[in-house]
């Protein structure tokens, strides 16, 4: 699958360079601020009531199943009607998704932060079962100290964002696919801020994934074999 790597090398350099890089520290600014302020913590407990836990439940899921099966349904479409622009926009999302999944273990690996309180299958809990501690500050810096799945950035954030970004870049001229790319986006790094997830961890997943998806955008953009846009 050659296409998934395309210009891979030079979209990681330019994922962590020029003025990107000024959008990682954007995100890590953001977030001291948040943690710093108590944001992250009364964000939390704001939050923890069972209305928004019914809406956000479905998108852990939905984050998880559609970066790998929605894309290969692209493809498959694409391959069957002989449509190199739907083609090249399965490979785009393909890359997005997966350097926004690699990214945010990468920073997860490093710093290492403890998730919020919850319970499985995210049952509600109601104030008098949330911990007197503010635990929004608990980071342990260190290389895997905190495993790569839970922590900062969201990865279901960075995902979404950076598969929609993406696709924003490669059609912006379809304004219904514009809505629905930044709806689904900002559903999963919402929902997933109110369960497994801090506020801030959204908040540096959205802007992390924005990048990494217009970098891809771009970069597949310009493909020969795939230029063009839908809904032109």
Not at 100 to 119: D, I, N, Q
Not at 186 to 215: D, K
Request: with cysteine; charged share 10%; hydrophobic share 50%.
């Amino acid at each position: 699958m050659p296409v998934l790597f395309y210009r891979l090398p030079r979209n990681v350099i330019t994922i962590f360079s020029g003025r990107n890089l000024g959008w990682h520290v954007l995100a890590i600014v953001l977030t001291i601020a948040i943690v710093l302020s108590g944001g992250d913590w009364a964000y939390y407990v704001w939050t923890r009531g069972g209305l928004f836990l019914r809406l956000a439940r479905p998108a852990i899921l939905l984050g998880t199943v559609l970066p790998v099966f929605g894309t290969l349904i692209i493809l498959v479409v694409g391959e069957v009607g002989k449509n190199r622009r739907v083609i090249n926009t399965a490979w785009a999302l393909g890359q997005a998704s997966l350097l926004g999944y690699l990214v945010s273990c990468g920073y997860k690996a490093f710093t290492g932060r403890l998730p919020p309180p919850h319970g499985w299958g995210f049952r509600t809990l109601t104030l008098t079962q949330i911990p007197l501690v503010d635990t929004s500050h608990g980071f342990q810096f260190g290389f895997l100290k905190g495993g790569v799945f839970w922590g900062w950035p969201s990865s279901h954030t960075t995902v979404a964002f950076a598969m929609m970004l993406c696709l924003i870049t490669l059609h912006p001229k379809n304004k219904l696919l514009v809505f629905g790319a930044l709806f689904y986006a900002f559903y999963v790094g919402l929902s997933v801020s109110v369960t497994i997830h801090w506020c801030s961890e959204f908040v540096a997943g959205a802007i992390i994934g924005s990048v990494i998806g217009t970098v891809v955008g771009r970069s597949f953009k310009a493909r020969p074999d795939g230029a063009g846009h839908i809904g032109n």
